[in-house]
C-alpha cells in the first residue's frame, strides 16, 4: 500500500458517516436540555463504572467493625457511612460505587451482542430477500417463542451461574426485536432509487449493504442498541434478584436481592433504594437517550440543518 | 467519430406475474401477467440521443429499468456490443454496468442522504478500481457547472437544491465516462427554471464526451429539446418512432397525433382543432392479439383486432399503425371485410376509412 492509500484511508475513515453521525449527533443532542440530562447521567454511570471502586471510601467486601469492635450492622447513614452499612456491615455507599462496574458492563456488552446479530440478520433479510429472508425470519420468529427468564433460568442453572454468560444468554435471544425492526426498515430503503443506483454502477450486494444500507439503518440500530442495553441491564438485574446468577459479582441488582433475603427492603431503606433508583435511572436514560438519538438522525432533515 | 452500434434491444419483453390468492393457487387459476413492455425494439447508436415518450403507467420507466439490468428481462434480448444480455458472465455485467449509466427522475431519492457528495462520486470510481478518485472527481464537478469543487465535495445531498441534486446525479452517471446514459424524466422534479439549465447542461455534456442517450419522458417539449429521435411508447409497445422535427411535424400515429396536439400553446386565442382522447389507457393485464390503442383511436377500423406490423414509412420514420400499410401483400388481412367478430370489450363500430 503506498502512501497516498494510506493517506486516502486515514481522510475517509475521518469523515466515515459513523463517526460524523456520532460527532454531529451528540451535539446536536446536547441542544435539547432533557437529552443533556439523559447523556450526562449515562456518562456519570460510566464514569462510576470506571473509577468506581477506586473512589468507594470502603473496600466494599470488608466487614466493617466499629471502635469498639462489633460489627456495624445496619446503621443508618451518617457522616462515615452516606448511606449506611448493611446488616452483615458492608459500606452501602462502597458497595454502590462497585456494583455500578458489572451493570454497566452487562449493559454494554449485552447491547453490542444485541445490535450485532440484530442488525446483521436484519440487513441481509430485508435486503438480499427471498429464501433467505424466509429463513431468517422464520428462525427469527422461532426465538420470539421463546420465554427469556425462564430460558436464562434454565441455562444458567445447567451451565454455572456466571455474570458473563447470564449477559451472553440475555444477548442471544434479545436481538430478536432488533433484527424484524431494522428489516422493515431495510424494505422501504432497498426501493430508493440511491440503492438502484449504487446496482447500476456495479456494486456489489456486500458493498451495498455496507455503504448504503447499515449508514441509512444507522440511527434505528442505536435506538435498538439503547434498548439492548437497557433490557439487558434489567433482565440481568432480573436474574440476580432472582438468584441464578453469580452472587459474588456485586451489581446493583444482587444488592437488591441480599437486602430482599435479608428480609430488611422496607426497614434499611439506605440499603435497598440506592441501587434500585440507581438501576431504574440508568436503564430510563438509556432509553431516553436512544429515543432522542432515533429522533434527530432519522428525521429527514440532516444534523447541519438543525443547528 | 465513428457510427457505432452500441445498444440494440431486440423484442424486448417484461411481464410480471400476478400475485395469486391462496385460493388461485388452490384451483390452479392462472392470472394473466403485467405486460409492461412488450415486443420493444431499437437500436443506440454511438453520439445519439433516443427519446422515448409516452403517459404515466405505460411501461417508460420498466423499459429503463430492465436496460439497466435492474430487473431481469422476461423475453426478447438487449445486445451491448454483440454481447446479449442474457448471456452476460459476471465481467460483462461488470463491463456493461461501467458503460451504461442512468439518471434518476428524483434527485431527491437518488444520491445517498448519509453520502458527501465526494462518496457519491468515488463509488462507482472504487467499484470499478479506478484511481485518481479526487482529479476526476474535481473535474466532473467543474462539468456540471457546480464549481468551485471544494465547496461541493464535503457537502451532503439534503444540503444541496434539487437543480444541483441533479447536477451531482449527472455527475455521478458521466464519472466512469460510459457509451449510454439513461435519463428517467431527469428534469420532471425541479422547478421549471431549473429545468431549462440541467436540460442544457445535458445536452450539452452528452454531446462533448460523446455519450449516447436514452432520455425518458412523459413531457414532449423537454424530450424534443435534448433528442434527436424520438419513440412514442403506448401500452408497452413503441408506436412510432421518427427524427424529433419529422415527429412532431408529421405525426403518423393517431396517439401520436393526438399527443403532439395536446402541447399547450401559449396563447389563448389561438383557434386549433382539438383531438381529445376519450377514456384513459387499459391496465397492461391479458391484452391479447391487437392493436394496444384500438379503444382509444379515432381513427379504429376493424383491422385493427390484428398487431399492426412496424411499417418504415419513409427514412427512419416507423409506426405501427394499420393506416399505413399495403394489407395486399400481407397475411395480416382480415378475412371478411365487416363481418370479424369484434370483441365485446370494444365498440362495435369505428370510424372506418
Known amino acids: 500500500m503506498g502512501v497516498s492509500a494510506i493517506r486516502d484511508r486515514i481522510s475517509s475513515s475521518r469523515d466515515h458517516y459513523i463517526w460524523e453521525d456520532l460527532k454531529e449527533g451528540v451535539l446536536t443532542m446536547v441542544e435539547t436540555r432533557s437529552a443533556k440530562i439523559y447523556l450526562g447521567f449515562l456518562l456519570f454511570v460510566l464514569l462510576l463504572g470506571l473509577f468506581g471502586p477506586y473512589i468507594a471510601p470502603y473496600d466494599a467486601e470488608e466487614r466493617l467493625r466499629g471502635e469498639g469492635g462489633e460489627l456495624l450492622r445496619s446503621e443508618p447513614p451518617s457522616l462515615d457511612h452516606p448511606l449506611g452499612t448493611t446488616n452483615n456491615g458492608y459500606d452501602v455507599m462502597s458497595r454502590l460505587l462497585v456494583g455500578a462496574q458489572p451493570t454497566a458492563a452487562a449493559g454494554l456488552l449485552g447491547g453490542a451482542i444485541i445490535i450485532t446479530i440484530g442488525a446483521t440478520i436484519g440487513i441481509t433479510a430485508g435486503y438480499v430477500g427471498g429464501w433467505v429472508d424466509n429463513v431468517l425470519m422464520r428462525f427469527t420468529d422461532l426465538v420470539y417463542g421463546i420465554p427469556i427468564l425462564i430460558l436464562a433460568m434454565v441455562l444458567l442453572t445447567f451451565f454455572g451461574m456466571g455474570f458473563w454468560s447470564s449477559v451472553v444468554v440475555i444477548g442471544l435471544i434479545l436481538w430478536r426485536g432488533s433484527a424484524r425492526a431494522i428489516r422493515s426498515q431495510v424494505l422501504q430503503i432497498k426501493e430508493r432509487s440511491f440503492v438502484k443506483a449504487a446496482r447500476a454502477t456495479g456494486a456489489s450486494t456486500p458493498r451495498i449493504m455496507v455503504k448504503n444500507i447499515l449508514p441509512n439503518v444507522a440511527p434505528m440500530a442505536v435506538l435498538f442498541l439503547a434498548l439492548g442495553i437497557g433490557g439487558t441491564i434489567l433482565i440481568q438485574a432480573g436474574l440476580a434478584f432472582i438468584g441464578v446468577v453469580d452472587p459474588f459479582v456485586p451489581g446493583w441488582g444482587i444488592m437488591i436481592r441480599n437486602a430482599h433475603q435479608a428480609g430488611l427492603v422496607g426497614s434499611n431503606w439506605w440499603w435497598s433504594l440506592p441501587p434500585s433508583i440507581m438501576l431504574s435511572l440508568t436503564v430510563v436514560c438509556t432509553f431516553m437517550f436512544g429515543r432522542e438519538y432515533e429522533k434527530i438522525a432519522s428525521g429527514e432533515q440532516t444534523f447541519a440543518e438543525t443547528k | ?353
Request: overall charge negative; glycine content about 6%.
Open chain 2, 1 to 353: 467519430m465513428t457510427d457505432e452500434l452500441l445498444l440494440q434491444v431486440e423484442n424486448l419483453e417484461k411481464y410480471y406475474a400476478q400475485k395469486r390468492s391462496l385460493k388461485e393457487i388452490a384451483l390452479r387459476k392462472e392470472k394473466d401477467p403485467v405486460q409492461a413492455v412488450d415486443d420493444v425494439s431499437m437500436e443506440v447508436h454511438s453520439n445519439q440521443s433516443i427519446g422515448v415518450i409516452g403517459e404515466s403507467g405505460c411501461g417508460k420507466t420498466t423499459l429503463l429499468e430492465v436496460l439497466m439490468g435492474l430487473e431481469p428481462l422476461t423475453g426478447g434480448d438487449v445486445i451491448y456490443r454483440g454481447t446479449r444480455m442474457s448471456e452476460f458472465d459476471r465481467e460483462d455485467w461488470l463491463k456493461y454496468r461501467r458503460n451504461v449509466q442512468i439518471i434518476f427522475q428524483d434527485p431527491f431519492d437518488s444520491l445517498d442522504p448519509k453520502q458527501r457528495v465526494r462518496t457519491v462520486l468515488y463509488e462507482p470510481l472504487r467499484v470499478h478500481g479506478i484511481e485518481d478518485k479526487e482529479q476526476r472527481a474535481r473535474e466532473m464537478l467543474e462539468r456540471v457547472n457546480l464549481g468551485p469543487p471544494e465547496q461541493f465535495l464535503s457537502k451532503y445531498p439534503p444540503q444541496l437544491s434539487g437543480g444541483e441534486k441533479q447536477r451531482v446525479a449527472i455527475a455521478r452517471a458521466l464519472i466512469l465516462q460510459p457509451d449510454v446514459v439513461l435519463a428517467d424524466e431527469p428534469v420532471s422534479m425541479l422547478d421549471v427554471s431549473t429545468q431549462a439549465a440541467v436540460l442544457k447542461l445535458l445536452s450539452h455534456l452528452t454531446d462533448e464526451m460523446g455519450v449516447s442517450l436514452i432520455y425518458i419522458s412523459h413531457d414532449l417539449s423537454t424530450v424534443s429539446y435534448v433528442c434527436d429521435s424520438v419513440n412514442v411508447m403506448y401500452l408497452g409497445r413503441l408506436v412510432e418512432g421518427a427524427p424529433t422535427e419529422r415527429l412532431i411535424n408529421e405525426p403518423q400515429h393517431p396517439y401520436t397525433q393526438a399527443l403532439i396536439n395536446s402541447i399547450p400553446i401559449p396563447d389563448p386565442y389561438h383557434e386549433r382543432e382539438t383531438i381529445e382522447l376519450e377514456g384513459a389507457p387499459r391496465e397492461p393485464i391479458g391484452l391479447g392479439e391487437g392493436c394496444r390503442f384500438r379503444d382509444r383511436c379515432p381513427e379504429r377500423m376493424d383491422i385493427c383486432e390484428k398487431t399492426p406490423l412496424d411499417t418504415e414509412i419513409s427514412e427512419h420514420h416507423q409506426t405501427a399503425c394499420h393506416l399505413y400499410y399495403d394489407h395486399e401483400d400481407e397475411s395480416t388481412q382480415v378475412s371478411t371485410g365487416g363481418e370479424s367478430q369484434p370483441r365485446e370489450s370494444v365498440p362495435a363500430d369505428g370510424d372506418d376509412q
